[in-house]
């Protein structure tokens, strides 16, 4: 269409929704069948069902956040429950359960103050010392910078390509921009056990910092690679009271401590005050002490009741009742259960969007440079055996740059920020390097129920009960603890690379830069990085899929000692009693950070994580980049026999019970066959 705008200039325009119906004439029913490998049947029947069902919603796990584009996955879930109209109403929505967004629960408005800033925030040259001002009176000026962990992760370093095209370019927007890290103070995280690239991060990166400390009330990794580690109180032994919030279904709680620590252990928030009043001694300035004041009292309540005070959403709210009470409070929200959206879709008030509406086009300078615009089916960088990266599109008005970075680039960052599209067919023509040269599984990397996130790892019961390896017996010598870690492979494909059910495998990330930059065979540490692991068939997945549960206890240097000299063989540093799931290597052997460019603008407009007004660029959890270990290709061979010893098969297998070796009676058991009934 021809436009005049009102200064009179004339432009050519075309609807979204006209620019889509040409952009989908590539995603016939045959090609997306070959794309994604789900039954024609089904994808015509999920099609039909998301057009006439209503209320409808797409649940999806934290899982699939994990890849690199789950962005564009998102949107186009999210499109598709936008043009039916399953938005903004009980019953619709799409919603990722990924981690829990609290902060934001804690509203900052104009009316009631600045909600969860009043504690994080608070001006340290205007602080509040009345322990009876109310939350609004408190004076907020943030001097830190956020910063995503995620760049310390990638080689502490933002994300810059030396592109044929411009030469060096900066991918990383101003309000991401990381700073070289010089110190690194993490609490009740495991952030180093729990790192992509862990052992890169151990070899390469964390010794450039200059301190680490941990705070934690296990023996992890991290206190093991740590310069200082404090010993915290349990949830059960806080001294303090404590506040947290459900979000969508929300509630409100303030509790306290129920025993006395067991340990010689303190608060979290003690080590801060702690280090705080040492350094007010050391320099004479107050303020730092000041800061900490309510800690120092045992007044940590006021914290608390100024929050509740300066929240739209706890206005009103006594944290001392609270405290009394056995019971939750509700968040003062719109909704019960909280829905995304409800105000905008029942109220009419505008989206948090440029438009103030649904956008599924984007118009950032970024989006169109980087073929994002239109929502498109795109490779992995690297867990694909086609063309990484490669946008799936011939739609003319996508229109990406590639920099000038040739098709063959294989450096990590290179296939990152390279855009390219092509028709599907093209893609499927060129092959990935990895792939050819065996590395032909993807590995899918899921939380266990047994564990929380890595906490709990190397207990005995979840040890035991977390993989079909436990045994509190310990008759194969060979296990690190009364149990150890495990890789589900299809039966299929362990055979054809002679690999028996139960055995040891070595499971290998690319080999440019996994387990670590700059290993050599005849290094020590990569026998400490290399994963070797339990192969166990699992005839659930697919040829080319593998699983092995997130965050286990990683191999160190002295739990590999401990393994190979203890005459117990368990795999335990000798000093400080560390216990590792794994006899060498873990699940981050294989794994590396990757930065998605369209998680770097400066330019993409939201609402503020914690206040009711907009934010561009970065923000923290929101708009920021995300690790995703499942962007890896592995391959697998074998290391030992399963059986005790390292001599002949896993006992299990004998039984002709187990997935993939059954016997005729398993067959007719699981065909339902083994029980004949006369009349």
């Known amino acids: 269409y021809r436009v005049k705008l009102l200064n009179g200039r004339e432009i050519d325009a075309m609807p979204v929704w006209q620019m889509y119906l040409v952009h989908f004439q590539d995603y016939d029913l045959d090609t997306v069948h070959q794309i994604c490998r789900t039954p024609k049947d089904l994808i015509v029947r999920w099609a039909r069902d998301s057009g006439t069902i209503k209320p409808a919603a797409i649940h999806n796990g934290e899982g699939v956040t994990h890849y690199f584009h789950m962005t564009p996955n998102g949107r186009a879930a999210a499109m598709v429950l936008i043009i039916t109209g399953n938005v903004g109403k009980f019953g619709t929505g799409q919603h990722t359960w990924a981690g829990n967004y609290k902060a934001g629960t804690w509203t900052a408005t104009p009316w009631s103050g600045a909600g969860l800033s009043v504690h994080t925030g608070e001006d340290p040259f205007n602080i509040t010392l009345d322990p009876n001002a109310h939350g609004k009176e408190i004076k907020t000026r943030s001097y830190y910078y956020g910063e995503e962990v995620g760049y310390w992760n990638h080689g502490d ?28 103070w993490v609490v009740n995280v495991n952030v180093l056990n729990n790192a992509k690239h862990h052992y890169d991060m151990v070899r390469n990166v964390d ?14 990794s991290d206190v093991n690679h740590n310069d200082i580690a404090f010993a915290c109180n349990s949830w059960m032994e806080f001294t303090y ?69 300066a929240s739209s959403t706890f206005y009103g709210y006594s944290a001392d009742v609270m405290l009394k009470s056995e019971k939750g409070w509700m968040v003062m929200v719109r909704t019960y259960p909280r829905h995304p959206f409800w105000e905008e879709t ?15 086009y984007r118009i950032e300078p970024e989006a169109i440079e980087y073929g994002e615009n239109f929502i498109s089916h795109r490779e992995g960088p690297e867990a694909t055996p086609y063309l990484p990266n490669a946008i799936f599109t011939t739609n003319p008005y996508c229109r990406p740059d590639d920099y000038g970075i040739p098709i063959t680039a294989q450096h990590h960052d290179d296939k990152t920020v390279r855009n390219i599209k092509l028709s599907w067919h093209e893609i499927m023509r060129h092959s990935n390097p990895l792939w050819e040269k065996g590395y032909q599984f993807y590995c899918v990397t899921p939380k266990t129920r047994h564990r929380v996130h890595s906490q709990w790892s190397v207990n005995d019961w979840v040890q035991i009960y977390e993989s079909n390896f436990g045994d509190p017996y310990r008759m194969d010598k060979r296990t690190p603890g009364v149990g150890e870690h495990q890789i ?17 495998v070595y499971v290998d990330g690319n080999p440019v830069d996994r387990p670590y930059r700059g290993w050599k065979p005849s290094d020590p540490y990569y026998k400490v990085a290399r994963l070797m692991i339990r192969a166990k068939y699992n005839p659930s997945y697919p040829y080319h899929v593998t699983m092995a549960k997130h965050a286990p206890f990683v191999s160190t240097a002295k739990s590999v000692k401990g393994h190979e000299t203890r005459p117990d063989g368990r795999a335990i540093a000798i000093d400080t009693g560390y216990q590792s799931n794994f006899r060498y290597g873990a699940q981050q052997s294989f794994t590396r950070n990757w ?10 407009p939201g609402k503020h994580a914690i206040a009711w007004k907009f934010k561009w660029g970065y923000q923290v959890d929101h708009h920021a980049i995300n690790t995703v270990p499942k962007e890896c290709l592995i391959r697998i061979t074998k290391a030992e026999d399963g059986g005790i010893g390292a001599r002949g098969p896993w006992e299990p297998v004998r039984t002709g019970f187990t997935p993939g070796q059954e016997n005729e009676f398993m067959i007719k058991w699981l065909k339902g066959e083994h029980i004949k009934i006369k009349v």
Not at 164 to 169: F, L, S, V
Not at 207 to 220: A, F, G, K, S, V
Not at 595 to 604: A, N, V
């Open 157 to 184: 370093t933002a994300l810059i390509v030396n592109t044929p095209k411009y030469g060096r370019k900066v991918f990383t927007g101003k309000t991401h921009m990381p700073t070289p890290s010089k110190l690194r």
């Open 207 to 220: 010794p450039n910092i200059e301190c680490l400390i941990t705070q934690d009330i296990e023996m992890t």
């Open 241 to 309: 009271p404590e506040m947290t919030v459900t979000v969508s279904n929300p509630w409100v709680q303030i509790w306290k401590g129920g025993i006395r620590p067991l340990y010689d252990t303190r608060n979290d928030l003690d080590t801060f005050a702690g280090v705080a009043a040492k350094l007010s001694d050391m320099t004479g300035d107050k303020r730092m002490r000041d800061y900490f004041a309510m800690v120092y009292a045992n007044r940590v309540d006021v914290y608390a009741q100024r929050m509740l005070d």
């Open 346 to 360: 029942n109220e009419s008030k505008p989206m948090w969007t440029r438009s103030g509406r649904y956008e599924n």
């Open 488 to 504: 589900h492979i299809n039966p299929q494909a362990a055979k054809d690379r002679g690999i028996n059910d139960g055995d040891y």
């Open 595 to 604: 930065l998605m460019p369209m998680h770097q603008t400066d330019s993409l």
